[in-house]
């Protein structure tokens, strides 16, 4: 399944974004689907994922309360709304999905990187202070 990212680019601090991410994939609406993001000399960590049916959302700590994760099953997109941007979120963003169907969601521990795959190419963040 292919997945690609959009809605990257240059914002103040403060200001918000959106970002889109559409799959090919035809097992779409039974994956949970995440999204990650990495800045130079880091590793790729978590920021928010939604599962399958769209009921359950996870949010790293960092983001929560500025960052919204929403799917659309019958578009096959998921939908990452910024606001608030700070310039410790300038990254490449990524999108991923599950790589098993039915993927659960809990507050108790964050998604793993490992259990998600077919990432797209990333997008692009810049937050400038």
């Known amino acids: 399944a292919q997945i690609q990212e959009s809605g990257g680019g240059l914002v103040q601090a403060g200001g918000s974004l959106r970002l889109s991410c559409t799959s090919s994939?035809?097992?779409?609406?039974?994956?949970?689907m995440a999204w990650f993001r990495q800045a130079p000399g880091k590793e790729r960590e978590f920021v928010a994922a939604?599962?399958?049916?769209?009921?359950?959302?996870e949010y790293a700590h960092s983001v929560k309360g500025r960052f919204t994760i929403s799917r659309d099953n019958a578009k096959n997109m998921v939908v990452l709304q910024m606001t608030s941007l700070k310039p410790e979120d300038s990254a490449v963003y990524y999108c991923a999905r599950s790589l098993r169907a039915f993927y659960p969601l809990n507050s108790a521990t964050l998604p793993r990187r490992i259990d998600f795959g077919s990432w797209g190419q990333g997008t692009q963040v810049t937050v400038s202070s």
């Open positions: 939604v599962t399958w049916g769209g009921t359950s959302t």
């Open positions: 994939s035809s097992t779409f609406s039974r994956v949970t």
